[in-house]
């Protein structure tokens, strides 16, 4: 019964793990997309970036859940510079701010287009910063079996390969 419950108790963390970077790398190679393309076909492409942006969502909201009490999180960003995790819920933030800034807008009645690039290029910059400090989080020395260079490595991988 014991691992049963030690598996439930870390599925939140294997959520927050696996989707939230898949849809960060996800939304950033969509953006560039986005960015270079031309009329109804950047519109469409813009438009579906809502689907990578709530699977980031929805591992964050996982994640959260795995602080025992959310209101912990609060006190992540008191450590910001000093601690990888706190690193990683910020780039969170961010990526989350910079994406959910450029969907909203582009539904504007007068969206500018120069807004539009500079919020798209801020996402994409924001979605490889959150994924390097989810990488960087797991490459701890803490924890024998994630001190290898192969931990950040695998963890950008599945990105690629669920994004």
Same mark, same amino acid.
């Given at each position: 019964?014991?691992?049963?419950?030690?598996?439930?108790?870390?599925?939140?963390?294997?959520?927050?793990?696996?989707?939230?970077?898949?849809?960060?790398?996800?939304?950033?190679?969509?953006?560039?997309?986005?960015?270079?393309?031309?009329?109804?076909?950047?519109?469409?492409?813009?438009?579906?970036?809502?689907?990578?942006?709530?699977?980031?969502?929805?591992?964050?909201?996982?994640?959260?859940?795995?602080?025992?009490?959310?209101?912990? &999180?609060?006190?992540?960003?008191? +450590? =910001?510079?000093?601690?990888? $995790?706190?690193?990683?819920?910020? !780039?969170?933030?961010? #990526? *989350?701010?910079?994406?959910?800034?450029?969907?909203?807008?582009?539904? &504007?009645?007068?969206?500018?287009? +120069? =807004?539009?690039?500079?919020? $798209?290029?801020?996402?994409?910059? !924001?979605?490889?910063? #959150? *994924?390097?400090?989810?990488?960087?989080?797991?490459?701890?020395?803490?924890?024998?079996?994630?001190?290898?260079?192969?931990?950040?490595?695998? $963890?950008?991988?599945?990105?690629?390969?669920?994004?």
């Amino acid at each position: 019964m014991m691992g049963f419950e030690t598996a439930f108790n870390e599925i939140t963390l294997v959520l927050f793990t696996t989707l939230a970077p898949s849809g960060a790398l996800a939304y950033g190679l969509m953006a560039f997309v986005a960015l270079r393309a031309k009329g109804d076909e950047r519109l469409r492409v813009s438009k579906a970036l809502l689907m990578p942006f709530l699977v980031s969502l929805v591992g964050l909201v996982a994640s959260a859940t795995h602080l025992g009490n959310p209101d912990n &999180a609060l006190y992540v960003f008191t +450590r =910001v510079g000093q601690s990888p $995790l706190s690193n990683e819920v910020c !780039a969170a933030v961010l #990526f *989350l701010g910079a994406s959910g800034s450029h969907w909203l807008y582009q539904h &504007a009645e007068h969206a500018k287009p +120069r =807004v539009l690039n500079i919020l $798209l290029v801020l996402a994409i910059a !924001a979605s490889l910063v #959150f *994924l390097a400090s989810i990488a960087l989080a797991y490459a701890s020395r803490t924890v024998i079996t994630w001190s290898t260079p192969f931990v950040p490595v695998a $963890l950008c991988l599945n990105a690629l390969v669920g994004g």
